[in-house]
């Protein structure tokens, strides 16, 4: 290679840290860690199947965790990821479509997608412990 070439400074890539934060931006981030909770999530619900096909002793001891404030936190971290990982789903094969792609629309759909996931795990957990009380 000539001196040349190796003199040039090479180009610089664009990162995170020369882009202001969007709110689609965020979304797309907050889809791709969605998908990391669900896969750990998965192993919490492996543990659940595994600790009712153990027996009773088994499935008290998970039982425990889960009425547990880290269980609890979990539990309510996993509804909301699968949520807002649906809805993000749904977000994408929209644009898909070719809808919603402007700029002021991409962002609505994105707030929409926020708050309509925050709106639907605190729905689904208040209607799961009402369930529970009526169950118990």
Not at 113 to 119: K, N, Y
């Amino acid at each position: 290679m000539s001196a040349r070439f190796r003199l040039r400074p090479r180009p610089l890539s664009p990162h995170l840290l020369i882009y202001r934060l969007t709110i689609t931006m965020a979304m797309s981030i907050v889809h791709r860690l969605t998908g990391v909770v669900l896969y750990l999530g998965s192993l919490f619900f492996a543990w659940w199947i595994v600790a009712v096909s153990a027996g009773q002793k088994s499935y008290a001891v998970f039982d425990l965790f889960a009425a547990s404030l880290p269980g609890k936190t979990i539990i309510f971290g996993f509804v909301w990821a699968l949520i807002h990982h649906m809805l993000g789903g749904i977000r994408h094969l929209i644009w898909d479509g070719g809808l919603w792609i402007n700029l002021p629309e991409a962002r609505g759909i994105a707030w929409v997608t926020l708050i309509g996931s925050v709106t639907l795990a605190l729905t689904a957990w208040i209607a799961g412990a009402f369930i529970r009380t009526l169950i118990q």
